[in-house]
């Protein structure tokens, strides 16, 4: 990156800020603006995915005249405070692993607004390395196999506890699914649950673990998905929709920010190949979302079509000269 590509980052990055959930006075219907409000506030758990997708609304959105702030949180307090109207914008609504949460925040009197899915081929469930799936097993019915379970070590790998996955896995061990309570959970950070599903694969061990794509894993490790026949994961053995969230309140309040997010829209690939950029290439996250729109222009102009800037420009142009995005 030259100089003056360098400046412009860290400029655009100096308006993307850690702020507290809680903001006193300043609230969206105290804004007497005839444009929309000009904060845009993110509920970011610690995904790389999210990370970085985050960081490309953001990008685009404060090239539009606007201010964009995040909070890093995990999903269940990522939920409370958009109920409660100190964030704004959440892009990892991952269904079915968070329905309980998704279906309590979109009822009632702060009730959120779903804008669609942001991921195409989103998809999660429990994996094994190539060579355990070639060694016949191929579902998640096999985790009843006792020489799995064996040679596994009887552990089965996760993220954090308080996740939408965490829940979901209790669940699944409480009701004796896939015999998963004859597992036992090791549930830590993904940092932790992919450097040890690393570690394994290395020393050709048998290791089961959960994860999902897109993910820089699925590009890096060479495993493979079991077959979930029960759905326990979801309709269509696991596939996912990862949808996008936003407050009433933003959605009335900013419609044309609102259309933007609604239109950010990412192949699981796509996604996987930034997350690989940040997450395992260890880039800068406005780096990798900054490369990922210079290179992908058409992408961008879709997810600008009918957009504006904030104060009523058309959006493409004024985006286009200022990232110095080549012609779609």
């Not at 209790?170 to 597992?183: I, N, P, S």
């Not at 759905?231 to 900013?254: I, K, M, Y």
Request: with cysteine; proline share 4%.
């Amino acid at each position: 990156m030259n100089h003056s590509k360098r400046s412009f980052t860290h400029r655009l990055m100096g308006s993307f800020l850690l702020v507290p959930l809680t903001l006193g006075s300043l609230t969206l219907s105290s804004m007497a603006l005839a444009e929309e409000a000009e904060a845009v506030r993110f509920a970011i758990p610690p995904w790389p995915g999210v990370t970085v997708k985050s960081q490309v609304a953001a990008t685009l959105l404060d090239t539009l005249g606007y201010t964009t702030q995040k909070q890093e949180l995990g999903a269940t307090i990522a939920y409370q405070a958009l109920s409660q109207n100190e964030l704004d914008v959440y892009l990892a609504a991952w269904l079915p692993a968070q329905q309980g949460m998704y279906d309590t925040s979109t009822q009632g009197k702060n009730k959120l607004v779903d804008l669609g899915t942001n991921v195409d081929g989103a998809r999660l469930g429990f994996v094994v390395p190539s060579y355990v799936y070639d060694a016949g097993y191929t579902s998640a019915t096999d985790l009843c196999n006792e020489e799995l379970r064996d040679k596994a070590g009887g552990v089965l790998y996760s993220i954090e506890v308080g996740s939408g996955t965490s829940d979901l896995l209790a669940k699944m061990q409480d009701e004796g699914t896939y015999c998963l309570d004859q597992w036992r959970l090791s549930e830590t950070s993904t940092t932790g649950m992919f450097s040890q599903a690393k570690v394994t694969m290395d020393r050709d061990e048998w290791i089961v673990f959960y994860a999902w794509t897109p993910h820089w894993a699925s590009i890096e490790y060479d495993i493979q998905f079991l077959d979930d026949p029960e759905d326990a994961w979801g309709p269509d053995g696991g596939r996912s929709d990862v949808r996008t969230l936003v407050t009433q309140e933003f959605a009335e309040s900013s419609p044309n920010a609102a259309r933007l997010l609604g239109q950010l829209i990412f192949s699981a690939d796509q996604q996987s190949e930034m997350i690989r950029g940040y997450s395992y290439e260890e880039r800068e996250a406005d780096e990798v979302a900054l490369d990922w729109i210079r290179n992908n222009p058409g992408k961008v102009k879709e997810f600008l079509e009918g957009v504006t800037t904030r104060n009523g420009q058309p959006a493409w142009p004024v985006v286009q000269e200022t990232l110095e995005i080549p012609e779609a």
